[in-house]
């Protein structure tokens, strides 16, 4: 029997919480629910979760921006997805910074939030022996499919889930441009509201996998898209 996969809502609205629980346990999944930061953060930290769901104006002492850079800094793989009523871009890119992989805005089709839940589901628990083609590298960069670990001139570079698709469907196609609109149709698998996120998420690569070296992988080719080298 497969054991069901766990998901953690948090939620300061009851109602939402609970309906939204109700139908992702009738899709047989197993779902806890913390109403504020306090529960979620206890949750997190004495239970194993596959996937979190979590909104951004809770009580608790925090809000969801800060209990998800708690989290992704305890757990660097686990899918988080904010699910919230701020749509600003500010307040996505500002979700996406704080670690989040994907963002959806309140309210929502449940059948949209449910395919999420499964595509970071599978990615995640994506089963592979280990052989010499789960290991990818450009320049000094190795990445292990297998494992999920980043290595770049001995250092371990920390990626978030959607992170590490980037980099990995970049560095696959090493020396090729890649426009934005074919990294949301091959990396997020569907379209995203703003290329901007893209954007964000190159600058969040930039950041880990080349700021501290002398040589850069990533580029970029003025109004085409990016590559890595």
Do not use: H
Request: aromatic share 10%; proline share 1%.
């Amino acid at each position: 029997m497969t054991e069901k996969k766990k998901i953690l809502i948090t939620e300061d609205d009851q109602k939402l919480a609970q309906t939204l629980a109700k139908g992702l346990r009738e899709k047989d999944f197993e779902v806890d629910i913390a109403y504020d930061s306090k529960f979620a953060l206890k949750f997190f930290n004495s239970k194993k979760f596959d996937l979190l769901i979590l909104d951004i104006n809770i009580g608790g002492g925090k809000n969801g921006y800060e209990v998800c850079a708690e989290i992704r800094q305890k757990d660097t793989q686990i899918p988080i997805i904010m699910l919230t009523a701020f749509g600003d871009s500010d307040d996505k890119i500002e979700g996406f910074e704080s670690g989040a992989d994907d963002y959806i805005v309140k309210p929502y089709d449940f059948r949209e939030l449910l395919a999420r839940v499964n595509v970071f589901l599978k990615r995640a628990n994506t089963d592979s022996s280990f052989d010499i083609s789960n290991i990818l590298k450009v320049g000094d960069l190795e990445m292990n499919l297998e494992s999920k670990i980043v290595m770049r001139s001995g250092r371990k570079i920390d990626l978030t889930p959607k992170e590490f698709n980037l980099l990995e469907y970049l560095v696959r196609n090493k020396g090729k441009i890649i426009s934005k609109n074919d990294i949301a149709k091959d990396v997020w698998k569907e379209n995203v509201e703003s290329l901007n996120v893209i954007e964000v998420y190159i600058n969040f690569l930039r950041k880990k996998v080349d700021k501290e070296f002398d040589t850069k992988l990533i580029q970029t080719k003025t109004g085409m898209g990016y590559f890595v080298e």
